[in-house]
């Protein structure tokens, strides 16, 4: 990817595909169990994902950061 298509706010991953039978095999199964509605696309969490959208609900509305004149 060029480098004058991104944004100083962009960030680059590399993603490693070790493909091996049953790494692949693992995959489409998780993939397949999720259109056929055997898994929940929500992951586990310690917070309860319904309590996380409320969090970040009133963060959005209610908290306002602003930086200083030093870190601008």
Not at 20 to 30: F, S
């Amino acid at each position: 990817m060029q480098t004058t298509i991104l944004s100083r706010f962009d960030c680059i991953f590399i993603v490693r595909d070790i493909n091996t039978d049953d790494q692949n095999q693992r995959i489409a199964k998780h993939i397949l169990d999720i259109h056929q509605g055997k898994k929940m696309l929500e992951a586990e969490s310690e917070i309860p994902f319904a309590q996380l959208k409320k969090y970040i609900s009133y963060a959005r509305n209610k908290i306002m950061p602003r930086l200083t004149s030093v870190a601008c």
